[in-house]
């Protein structure tokens, strides 16, 4: 084999989809979505796409030094993270109140999720890898992976079929199919999306987290990192950013 068919790359890269007009983000934490695909989100709404948030938690466990009760740090974060999704172009979220630290693949999630999927009617869903990262591990959290697993339930099969959970039939959330699923932090990823434009809002939007990175000096350099890493992965540009997906058509 050549060198040049060794160095192939093996990921594709985004495009503009005129079939996603609606987008739902379903993550685990506060900060999860500006890290993982904040520019990501960017794009999208860029491109017209209207995007909105479910939180499983809101980030009452987060990792700082305050001596904040659990409720305040959580009211916290849920304002950090109003202010980070509007750096992007995002206005509704939705907080489901799950304890931070302690998400499980339950029915009673499932039934949250499909519940905000039937609502947003989503053309695309973006949420977390249910696999373990070996290389990035600190993007598998538990609360990561059981939020991604999950919303992948939700999505097949349990908003799209009438028959799971009557109760949301009965007031109105009626049964929507999404077209597709984008998982972030996945290990095995099979798309990029090219961040290099939108770069600088998905730093806005993760400064607005200050609990978690406000005391952070490095923090663009190792973000930029890890998109540069990525934007080459998927041959682009040696001064292209990049963002990640494994890419699930349902």
């Known amino acids: 084999m050549s060198k040049a068919a060794k160095k192939a790359p093996t990921l594709s890269v985004y495009g503009a989809d005129s079939e996603i007009r609606r987008a739902l983000v379903v993550v685990a934490h506060p900060d999860d979505v500006d890290f993982g695909s904040a520019g990501t989100i960017a794009t999208l709404t860029g491109q017209g796409v209207e995007v909105s948030y479910c939180l499983v938690t809101s980030g009452d466990a987060g990792g700082d030094s305050s001596t ?15 202010a980070a999704a509007a750096e992007v172009g995002v206005r509704e979220l939705t907080f489901l109140g799950y304890p931070d630290g302690r998400v499980q693949v339950s029915l009673e999630l499932r039934h949250d999720i499909a519940r905000v999927i039937r609502r947003d009617q989503p053309d695309l869903v973006i949420t977390q890898s ?29 908003a799209r079929n009438p028959h799971a959970f009557p109760d949301l039939l009965r007031v109105g959330y009626q049964p929507h199919r999404v077209r597709q699923v984008w998982l972030a932090s996945a290990p095995q990823p099979t798309m990029v999306v090219d961040i290099t434009d939108t770069f600088s809002r998905k730093m806005a939007a993760l400064g607005r987290h200050v609990s978690q990175v406000g005391e952070r000096e490095d923090l663009e350099d190792t973000v930029r990192a890890w998109a540069r890493e990525t934007a080459k992965a998927a041959g682009l540009g040696k001064r292209r950013l990049g963002e990640a997906f494994r890419v699930v058509h349902t």
């Open 130 to 158: 249910p696999e373990r990262n070996w290389r990035r591990i600190f993007a598998s959290h538990p609360d990561h992976m059981a939020a991604g697993e999950a919303t992948l339930c939700a999505v097949y099969p349990d």
């Open 68 to 82: 904040l009760s659990n409720a305040e740090r959580a009211a916290e974060r849920e304002r950090e993270q109003r």
